[in-house]
């Protein structure tokens, strides 16, 4: 994250040199890379359908991560039309280029979200509120993201399918992962856990500084392998892998759209903004949308089903404005119940350590005020190389286990994002605007240091015990939900992550370092003076002043059995108590995956879609296909008296 903000301010630093407006040098890189790439791949922009039916088989909300992967499988079948629903535009010419993905967050293609004030977390940020950037554009939050591609651990869809999910299990997943996937790198080509020849592109960034391939060699310093992370075994280190195609982002716009845009049988309507699902209220069964484009207020029904993609944050809110949530928050709100479910709840994120600085005295890293923007620019142009391919500035990656995780399974509990630079290193321009950082922390501990080399170590928590949840500010479909992940409710959370700094501090203290004259920033935190410097007291401080959220919430629409009072949806992803409507993105989640999620919400847009052909046509070794071609009610059993506080 930090890296990319360097090349970008430096780029638009070119441009004020130069005398050119601010903005000028990133649209030329930016129409460059687009002509480029858009025109020599059979892929264009995706068409923005102006005349909609009133009505199609099926409606996809939201085009992101999953709803892209969704709409493109389901036009597979001619017969079938799918419009599918984006409140954002499309894709600009910056996103393209990984390295200036930072510039797009607080963007108008950015939902721009932020929790609730908390005295628990993200205590470092503006009113204590941790900025939660959501992708409002075609391609979803993986236009904004730092295309790492992780999948997950194998243990995380055997504990899915343990929790009652027949068919979630890591040997059923698997498969849709290899799907989608077009894996590059050489290495892997003939790995059984990768495929190649499929829509997503995935490969490593082609250029590298030489602090990651000394993180790699630390990890085996302290007794871990360098191995793939998305094969047989997770633990260890890994120069990252990501969502790129010769350079470039590679979002499942890109992705699964552009390749479909010409299918008859499919529309797109961006910049609508959904507001309301229609469920007729005799049978219980979702018959179309209600959404605002250009101003307006526009209906359309689907005559199949309808597939809420619209992530952990929007799928809940138009689920609760459209009744269908717990019935004594919508009371609140006055909004009548059509069916009483857990919406919103179970709420899990990635939450982070920042703030960990690592000192050097040679330029192998990034330093925004000694950086050649003209050359790095020109080589990105010409040769689809250098700094501006780095995958959202984070070059390695690792899975570690601190003494709480039980080694034997291989399910580390913490995973590190390595940067080559940290907090200090664009001179307060970008960075602390993004995380929101209190200007007096960002004055005493990194202003100091702007003219340093730097590089950090992030340790994220991978299985956090805490729950949060999303819930309707108001009946106003425009108003922002109230989001609230509770990070560090439980304890455990935050004595874990301290491990996992630790483990950090180990790895950064490694022998290999030493070359480049590498040394912790050992300047302390305002607030957390008053603890012995590196001790768990401070440490924990340090993690509940530097939150740093992974941005990836999910399990607000609880994938469960009947007989789980949580769910929201059946194993085949359909919501309960009403028919004709599913759920296909993270918030199916039953509890988070160990890792970077977008690779995993995929994989569950593969598989939701494949669910969805099995039931509308026939296929009689489909679990969920009872004779009703996708259309049955699904209700659970009614809750004793003694369960009804669950």
């Known amino acids: 994250m930090v890296f990319n903000v360097l090349i970008a301010s430096s780029v638009i630093k070119t441009a004020t ?14 129409a460059i890379s687009y002509y480029r790439y858009d025109r020599v791949d059979p892929e264009s922009r995706v068409i923005d359908q102006q005349n909609l039916h009133p009505e199609y088989d099926f409606i996809v909300v939201g085009g992101g991560s999953a709803g892209a992967v969704v709409a493109n499988r389901l ?44 005295s628990k977390a993200c205590l470092g940020m503006v009113n204590n509120r941790c900025n939660w950037p959501r992708g409002k554009v075609l391609g979803g939050s993986s236009v904004l993201n730092y295309m790492i591609y992780v999948r997950g651990n194998k243990n995380d869809f055997d504990h899915w399918e343990s929790l009652g999910n027949p068919g979630w299990g890591y040997n059923d997943v698997l498969q849709y992962f ?29 250029w590298h500084t030489p602090l990651v391939a000394a993180f790699v060699e630390a990890g085996t310093e302290i007794g871990y392998e360098n191995r793939d992370i998305n094969g047989a075994h997770q633990t260890g280190f890994m120069i990252a892998q990501g969502t790129i195609r010769r350079g470039s982002r590679c979002s499942t716009a890109k992705a699964f759209l552009r390749p479909i845009r010409l299918r008859k049988n499919f529309h797109v309507a961006m910049n609508a903004h959904v507001t309301k699902l229609l469920i007729d209220p005799g049978t219980k069964k979702a018959v179309g949308v209600e959404f605002f484009r250009q101003g307006k207020r526009h209906f359309v029904k689907a005559k199949r089903e309808i597939i809420m993609a619209a992530g952990s944050i929007n799928t809940p809110q138009i689920m609760m404005l459209s009744g269908i949530g717990p019935k004594d928050h919508l009371d609140e709100m006055g909004i009548k119940t059509i069916v009483d479910l857990p919406v919103g709840k179970n709420m ?64 580390p509990d913490i995973q590190f994002h390595m940067a080559p630079a940290s907090l200090n290193s664009d001179g307060g321009a970008r960075v602390k605007k993004i995380l929101g950082l209190k200007e007096d922390i960002y004055k005493e501990v990194f202003q100091p240091i702007e003219n340093t080399y730097s590089w950090t170590i992030m340790p994220l928590l991978l299985r956090p015990r805490s729950r949060g949840w999303v819930r ?84 607000t629409t609880k994938m469960g059995p009947e007989w789980d009072p949580e769910a929201v949806v059946d194993p085949r992803l359909r919501v309960y108590g009403v028919s004709g409507l599913r759920v296909i993105d993270a918030g199916v989640m039953p509890t988070i ?41 699904h209700q659970r059993p009614p809750v004793a008296d003694s369960d009804a506080g669950l």
């Open 348 to 411: 899990q994120d990635h939450v982070g350590m920042g703030g960990l600085t690592f000192l050097v005295d040679k330029p192998v890293a990034i330093l925004q005020n000694r950086l050649e923007a003209a050359s790095v620019t020109m080589n990105y142009v010409i040769n689809e190389r250098g700094p501006m391919t780095v995958l959202g500035g984070l070059e390695g990656i690792a899975f570690v286990n601190t003494p709480f995780a039980n080694i034997s399974r291989d399910w």
């Open 17 to 30: 040199v130069v005398g050119s407006s601010l903005w000028l040098i990133p649209f030329l890189l930016g």
């Open 472 to 555: 309707l500010k108001s009946k106003n479909p425009f108003h922002y939900p109230i989001m609230n992940p509770n990070y560090f409710e439980d304890p455990f959370d935050a004595a874990t992550l301290v491990e996992g700094a630790k483990i950090a501090l180990r790895v950064a203290d490694a022998k290999v370092f030493k070359q480049f004259g590498s040394r912790l920033h050992r300047k302390p935190l305002p607030n957390c003076k008053h603890h012995k410097f590196l001790s768990d007291a401070y440490l924990d401080c340090q993690v509940r002043t530097i939150s740093m959220t992974i941005y990836h919430p999910v399990g």
């Open 178 to 206: 290899i799907k989608s996937e077009d894996n590059r790198n050489p290495y892997l080509a003939k790995n059984p856990y990768h495929g190649s020849g499929g829509l997503l592109t995935v490969q490593e960034a082609p």
């Open 75 to 118: 036009t597979e079948i001619s017969r079938w039309k799918v419009l599918l629903l984006e409140a954002g535009p499309d894709e600009n010419e910056i996103s393209d280029v990984p390295s200036l993905s930072a510039y797009l967050q607080l963007s108008k293609l950015d939902w721009a979200y932020k929790t609730e004030p908390t």
């Open 593 to 633: 995956v160990s890792g970077n999620t977008n690779a995993a919400v995929i994989m569950i847009g593969e598989k939701g879609a494949n669910m969805i052909k099995e039931d509308w046509l026939g296929d009689p070794q489909s679990a969920g296909n009872r004779g009703t071609s996708g259309n049955a009610t």
